[in-house]
């Protein structure tokens, strides 16, 4: 087991706040306005990231982001000290001050595309960091995502970094959420399946009417060949446009794969069979399908409970574990369906395992979208650059700077507070030095 996967989850920053900035994700549109708990939020994710290691698997974190961006405010034209320039944001343009100051990148699913050194032609791990373009709020993103991912993954003789693809609708790219690896162990070489939501150029226009697709084929065929792919090792399925008006802005909010393993909703691709025919082809191992069928689990009652935007763990032996959010214990046909046709089913599911992630929920973002999945040999993971690998010592001290910094109350009004800016620097200071990063934030550099 030389190659593992390492999950590297988001710590939730300061300013995580409910602005309802999300068009299409239910939860988010559905939250606007609610007071929210940073600190709750971030020492859940750390607890997340804790229980996961303790459990035997390998964990690591990545910063939060700069909020507010006063640097996107000042581009925007208010001026003055960053006391006015919030002020004047605050008075003139509230819901881009709310969109600067979103702690969105807590969703590390979102940060990038990552292709592990055994697929890649060259033998190093390749990352694109999402242009996350079909929202102000995440478009403020890849600037930062790139540099922390440069910082950590420094080694250029392991790791290569390409260009956040050209931020433009054509080339709509939110990552890793609509990207997964499938091989029969995380060492033999993989198959990628790439989930789209809408052909930009041609195609035959079905795409979803009611909420946007934030994925192109055209994106992800780009991420592909940045990576040096072939079509051996790629498939690209258009995800059901129902699905998207039902609120799966994400593939991951429909379906999870590790593995030789795809847990899937029965409407999670518009052509259900072509693309499990077009894996199985390309796979060395037997693929595994779990397939949802509608009956079991309503699209409603998969988008509320968040079921598969859940955690699939390879265990040692063979087995996998499940991490759902604590949602899925709340409605009796998801439970019902993890009891009954997932763990008794014939698949290596094994353990289900509920954690309580409600702050991030609450904004659309369950266990999987807080973690951007990177499988390293023991080589690369003795590569990586500052201190990112949770252990207990890290924990605790990212626990205690949670508690020394954080506020657990924060509403859309506080937002213009300078004081939420100033403390939100001195926080972030203070963990680049804890995480040994250098300097990646604006402010700093
Ligand atoms: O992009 N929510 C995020 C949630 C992202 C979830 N990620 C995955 N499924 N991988 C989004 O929709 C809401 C922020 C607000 O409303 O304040 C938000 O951006």
């Given amino acids: 087991m030389s190659v593992r996967e390492v999950n590297f989850d988001g710590l939730v920053g300061p300013t995580h706040n409910y602005s309802g900035l999300a068009h299409g994700n239910v939860a988010s549109m559905s939250h606007e306005g609610l007071v929210a708990n940073p600190r709750e939020a971030a020492l859940q994710g750390l607890e997340k990231m804790k229980s996961l290691m303790d459990a035997g698997y390998v964990q690591g974190v990545l910063p939060p982001q700069q909020r507010p961006d006063l640097g996107a405010l000042r581009d925007l034209g208010f001026a003055g000290s960053d006391a006015q320039v919030l002020a004047r944001a605050a008075d003139e343009a509230p819901q881009v001050l709310r969109a600067v100051c979103s702690a969105s990148s807590m969703w590390t699913a979102n940060a990038a595309t990552v292709t592990p050194s055994v697929d890649a032609p060259d033998g190093r791990a390749h990352f694109t960091p999402a242009n996350l373009q079909s929202s102000f709020h995440r478009y403020l993103e890849p600037a930062t995502t790139g540099r922390v991912l440069a910082s950590i993954f420094a080694d250029e003789a392991r790791f290569a970094h390409h260009p956040v693809l050209p931020a433009t609708p054509a080339f709509s790219d939110e990552g890793a959420a609509n990207h997964t690896r499938l091989a029969g162990d995380h060492g033999e070489p993989g198959v990628h399946l790439y989930v789209y939501g809408r052909q930009a150029f041609g195609g035959d226009g079905i795409a979803p009417r009611r909420y946007p697709a934030r994925q192109t084929l055209e994106a992800s065929q780009a991420v592909a060949r940045q990576h040096g792919l072939s079509d051996a090792q790629t498939v690209f399925a258009q995800q059901h446009p129902e699905a998207i008006d039902a609120g799966v802005f994400h593939n991951d909010v429909i379906a999870v794969g590790n593995g030789p393993v795809l847990l899937y909703h029965e409407v999670a691709f518009r052509d ?46 063979g087995t996998m574990t499940l991490v759902v959010p604590g949602e899925c214990q709340e409605r009796e046909a998801v439970w019902r369906c993890l009891q009954d046709h997932l763990l008794a089913g014939h698949n290596p599911i094994s353990e289900v395992v509920v954690k309580d992630v409600k702050q991030s929920m609450r904004n659309g973002g369950g266990p ?67 995480l040994r990063l250098g300097s990646v934030y604006p402010f700093q550099r």
């Fill in 272 to 317: 259900e069979q072509g693309t499990l025919d077009a894996l199985r082809e390309r796979m060395a191992s037997p693929l595994i399908p779990v397939r949802v069928p509608v009956e079991a689990v309503s699209l409603d009652d998969a988008v509320a409970s968040y079921l598969f935007n859940s955690q699939l763990l390879s265990n040692p032996d």
């Fill in 368 to 434: 999987a979208c807080l973690r951007l999945r990177v499988a390293l040999s023991e080589a690369e993971r003795a590569a990586l650059s500052g201190r990112v690998l949770l252990d207990d010592a890290l924990h605790g001290e990212l626990v205690a700077w949670v508690e020394r910094h954080y506020r657990d109350r924060l509403a859309p009004a506080d937002l213009a507070d300078p004081a939420l800016a100033s403390e939100t620097l001195a926080a972030l200071d203070e963990l680049t030095g804890l």
